[in-house]
């Protein structure tokens, strides 16, 4: 016998003042807590988002405010949780220094180069360790964005963040990733029954579309559950998605800020493998390149 694994979808608005984000963490992880989940997951960039893109200013270590916050709140509530933050990279912005001058940081002198962030996603448990910090690979250099510009992207072959909870094992990627099925091939070979996908997707033409066909893509061809948790406010299209194994949408918010929770059933995604072996019968394996 198994149980079922509550989940609670936290669509909310991030702005660039962390102390502030943080209160909106405290006040969801609450919410969560008091619905009785054993899992909170939040979008990307939760600690703090610019629209107009986010970089070294807004990296925090893993020791920093806003990892140690989360550990705190799922000590607390005992409760996992899975949430978008930033890191400091270790690259230099090209031509960039710390002061914003160009042309400094030139071997030779200058002001040292500004340095890179990096794109991650933290994975809590309810005992409120660390159970790991994935760091995005794919960054959005895509219609008209340019994040390589002020992060650094993951290492390709860095082991999947997966986080068992209950009787279902959770694996996370992260916004553009959805858009390379061999990201999400790779989760599931580590063993994700269900997996995250914390996001700010930014709005465009298309783009509410896009977001909702690669989740349910990701979800049938994986036969797997996919939770699409998106950020809400201007310049991104919330539109938070759980989608089963079958391909059927169970949830689907809309734009506004919105808090939901739901159960995950182990069994009827087992069944749905049996079902539909499409991970027994492929013929290809994923290699990072």
Known sequence: MTSPVRVTVAQVAVSDDHAANREVVTDVAAAAARAGADLLVLPEYASGYDRRGVGIEHAEPLDGPFVTHLRALARDHGLAIVAGTTLPGTTPVAGVPRDGAPGAGAPGGGAPARLRAVNAVVAVAASGELAGAYRKVHLYDAFGGRESD?????????????LPVG????GVLTCYDLRFPE????????????LLVPAAWVAGP???DHWRTLLRARAIENTA?????GMAGGGVTGRSLLVGPDGVVGLELGEAPDVRTVDLDPE???AERLRNPSLANRRYRVVPA
């Open 206 to 208: 298309l783009k509410a």
């Open 225 to 229: 559950v996919v939770i699409g948790v």
């Open 268 to 270: 009827p995604l087992a």
């Open 183 to 194: 990201a999400a091939r790779r989760v599931v070979d580590a063993g994700a029954q269900v």
């Open 150 to 162: 002020t992060l650094e992207p993951g290492p390709a072959d860095a082991p999947p963040l997966t």
């Open 167 to 170: 009787d279902l094992t959770f």
